[in-house]
């Protein structure tokens, strides 16, 4: 079929004001200054009125930061595939899939991907906004050591808190959440709060 006169293509894409839906075929390639060996695939920035940025980090063997960072935004990284070694202060911290960490404001960080193919790395930042409480530590986990939390009125979902839930001084959640087959939301969502979504398996509607 012949499209239209003007129509180059089509895309589940959308990007209005309020929200935008980026299939991973539709995000092209970037790089960023102070990654080397690094493809870097943004899907969330301030540009599209987001106050976070989302972006999905490739890496071959050696590939990541030139230097250690410190750019006085907090930042959360969560391992999808490959093996990474990140620094935080220094200390190196070895990360496999499903591995995570949180790099709290004022704490230096770098990122080294390791031998046996391409590694894949999620990266969330932000600019932290403080309260009457003191910055948070790091944190350094693995999604396996999680406690699911359930809700006996909603069968079939689990959420996985990788950051605590009744620290104030966590001005952000990150989780996973998980949907058995045939679960779904029970209510549409209406909230004040920024939400970033990156799927990570399966498929739903």
């Known amino acids: 079929m012949t499209p239209p006169p003007g129509i180059f ?5 959308v990007v209005t004001s309020q929200y935008a839906v980026m299939p991973p075929e539709g995000i092209l390639s970037s790089r960023l200054p102070g990654f080397q060996d690094t493809t870097v695939r943004i899907q969330a920035a301030p540009q599209l009125g987001a106050r976070f940025a ?3 980090l490739e890496m071959t063997p050696g590939g990541g930061t030139t230097d250690t960072r410190d750019d006085n935004l907090e930042h959360v990284f969560y ?5 990474v070694t990140l620094g ?20 230096s ?4 991907a390791e031998d046996g193919g391409e590694s894949r790395l999620i990266w969330i930042k932000r600019p932290y906004e403080k309260i009457d409480l003191p910055v948070p530590d790091p ?3 693995h999604r396996d050591a999680v406690e699911p939390y359930t809700r006996e009125e909603e069968p079939g979902r689990y959420w996985l808190h990788l950051l605590p839930t009744d ?6 959640h990150v989780n996973i959440l998980g949907f058995k087959p045939g679960s779904y939301f029970p209510m549409v969502e209406t909230n004040i709060m920024e939400n970033g979504l990156y799927m990570l398996e399966g498929k739903m509607e």
């Open 9 to 13: 293509a089509r895309s589940r894409g």
């Open 109 to 112: 960080y770098d990122i080294r």
């Open 139 to 141: 944190i350094v986990g």
């Open 79 to 83: 391992l999808l595939e490959g093996t």
């Open 167 to 172: 620290d104030l001084a966590f001005d952000m």
């Open 54 to 56: 989302l972006m999905l």
């Open 88 to 107: 935080i202060d220094g200390e190196k911290h070895e990360l496999k899939p499903g591995g995570y960490v949180y790099v709290p404001t004022g704490h």
